[in-house]
């Protein structure tokens, strides 16, 4: 396993293995490494030659007030769990590296529209727009055949899936159902932030989407209603500050009244400072 931290490195790299007639998958990451990752890592290995992984804390998606600075880092202890994973390189590239502009600042931007006006894309203005510009720099960087996304970020995986249409860029999106803890709570690198009293009341996130999810195999089809409902149940954790409960159409994520198609249910919820998403595929059986 190598670490590359350079662009250039990276470039030669990719070549060295494409000139010996290898895929190329792709793993973006902000680090700080769980299980989570470490699936779509074996996913990229089932389903390319050469995995690489990036690990970058991009400061364009975050806005001013959100966690950057204390967002959680350790490449020595990433660089461990990735190889046991069997990631082959991982590129943990500099603010300056990627956005040579300085500052963390990019004068070029890639904003997706319309599929980022709801769920975080409403409560976090300007991330979508940090996310598309620094994956589409990640993709001309590594020419990836296939990159792997986690569905625990579905409204991310909606977004790239329309930037590359969009774009017509060259790689296949691979998303990667969630991986949670055996409690039910969805892996997150944040999820080290949260206290004890925080931790066991956050289990009511993954409660609330299997309650409603039985909710709609037993005959609920009013969006409205479920999603009050999903609400209710977390309110009643008194640690619990909602963010979003939101029922959306999987096809453009346009917020839904009936359960008339394939339907995302997206919830953020803040427990203390941090802030936890999580969802579920609502499958209406008409
Ligand atoms: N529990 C999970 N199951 C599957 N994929 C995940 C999970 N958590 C993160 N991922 C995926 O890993 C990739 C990198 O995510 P990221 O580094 O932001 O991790 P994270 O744990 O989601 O961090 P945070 O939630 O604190 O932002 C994304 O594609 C994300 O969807
Ligand atoms: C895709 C990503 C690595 C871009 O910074 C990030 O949004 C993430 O970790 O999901
Ligand atoms: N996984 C999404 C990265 C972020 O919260 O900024």
């Known amino acids: 396993m190598i670490i590359l931290h350079t662009i250039a490195e990276v470039r030669q790299y990719v070549h060295t293995h494409r000139m010996q007639g290898k895929t190329i998958g792709l793993v973006p990451t902000m680090g700080y490494l769980h299980e989570g990752h470490l699936s779509l890592v074996r996913q990229a290995k089932e389903q390319t030659d050469i995995a690489i992984m990036s690990i970058f804390v991009n400061p364009l998606q975050f806005g001013p007030n959100e966690d ?9 202890r990433d660089s461990q769990l990735a190889a046991s994973a069997g ?5 943990a590239p500099s603010v300056d590296t990627m956005y040579p502009a300085g500052n963390g600042k ?3 931007h890639v904003d997706v529209e319309v599929v980022t006006d709801t769920l975080c894309g409403a409560a976090r203005p300007g991330h979508f727009r940090g996310v598309s510009t620094v994956v589409s720099k990640l993709f001309n960087i590594v020419l990836p055949d296939k990159a792997f996304f986690g569905l625990k970020d579905a409204q991310q995986v909606v977004v790239i899936q ?4 969009d ?6 999106i691979v998303p990667c ?13 944040r999820n080290v932030f949260l206290n004890d009293d925080q931790r066991s009341q956050a ?9 409603a999810a039985e909710r709609v195999q037993q005959g609920e089809r009013d969006a409205v209603a479920l999603a009050a409902a999903v609400r209710a149940t977390i309110e009643e954790q008194p640690l619990a500050d909602i ?10 994520l346009s917020p839904l009244h009936t359960l008339d198609q394939p339907a995302l249910l997206a919830l953020a919820v803040r427990f203390g400072k941090t802030r936890l998403i999580d969802n579920i595929v609502l499958h209406v059986h008409r």
């Open 177 to 189: 159902a969630i991986v949670r803890e055996p409690d039910g709570l969805a892996m997150s690198s």
């Open 243 to 252: 963010d979003y409960v939101q029922i959306v159409s999987m096809r453009d």
């Open 106 to 108: 990019s004068l070029t």
């Open 203 to 211: 289990l009511v996130l993954s409660r609330s989407l299997q309650m």
């Open 68 to 76: 950057f600075d204390s967002y959680p880092r350790d490449l020595e």
């Open 167 to 172: 774009l017509d860029i060259p790689v296949e």
């Open 162 to 165: 329309q930037m590359v249409r």
């Open 87 to 91: 990631i082959d390189a991982i590129f």
